[in-house]
Nanobody
Framework: QVQPVESGGGLVQAGGSLRLSCAAS????????MGWFRQAPGKEREFVVA????????YYADSVKGRFTISRDNAKNTVYLQMNSLKPEDTAVYYC??????????????????WGQGTQVTVSS
């Protein structure tokens, strides 16, 4: 099983950028789809983006399309989330997640097997 650990959160002004990292333990990392979710205060956790095990496929929520970019480095067991043009409404705890199932299943269900503890992203206006 792969266990994700997020880092890179912080405070940034609106219009700024942040890059989140997710380092995952486990020898099977390259066979896992990875995703990012976020949860704002008082709101449900929402899907942000996912990337296939090879990195060849990505799937973005409409709210972040064109501003966020997911990538992965299987040699480093790490997934990245580059966040540009940040808005106050992007403020949330961001969670990294991993799942070994097929890409179709992952993007259809948006359910993941393993979760990190989360990292706080705060965007000031």
């Amino acid at each position: 099983q792969v266990q994700p650990v997020e880092s890179g959160g912080g405070l940034v002004q609106a219009g700024g950028s942040l890059r989140l990292s997710c380092a995952a333990s486990g020898r099977s990392f390259s066979r896992y789809a990875m995703g990012w979710f976020r949860q704002a205060p008082g709101k449900e956790r929402e899907f942000v983006v996912a990337i296939s095990w090879s990195g060849g496929y990505t799937y973005y929520a409409d709210s972040v399309k064109g501003r966020f970019t997911i990538s992965r480095d299987n040699a480093k067991n790490t997934v990245y989330l580059q966040m540009n043009s940040l808005k106050p409404e992007d403020t949330a705890v961001y969670y990294c997640a991993a799942d070994p199932r097929s890409w179709t299943m992952v993007v259809t269900t948006k359910t993941f097997e393993s979760w990190g503890q989360g990292t706080q992203v705060t965007v000031s206006s």
